[in-house]
């Protein structure tokens, strides 16, 4: 499996992250339940887990995810 650390992906997701966990810390100010930001920052991760490994030749998360399963 190819490191995502160190492509766009990595840095991407975990900017993502980070603007989803300040609008779970601000949401009594925003009026938003903490669940709305949390599930797109995870869709979001996933897509471009999923464009990465479309354009880097792909099928290693799908191995991944069924030797888990």
Excluded: D
């Amino acid at each position: 499996m190819h490191n995502l650390v160190n492509s766009w992906t990595g840095y991407l997701s975990l900017v993502v992250f980070i603007l989803a966990y300040a609008l779970v810390i601000f949401e009594n100010r925003l009026h938003l339940r903490k669940s709305k930001p949390v599930l797109l920052a995870g869709c979001l991760m996933w897509a471009f887990v999923a464009l990465y490994e479309s354009a880097n030749g792909g099928g290693q998360v799908e191995e991944h995810v069924k030797r888990l399963i």
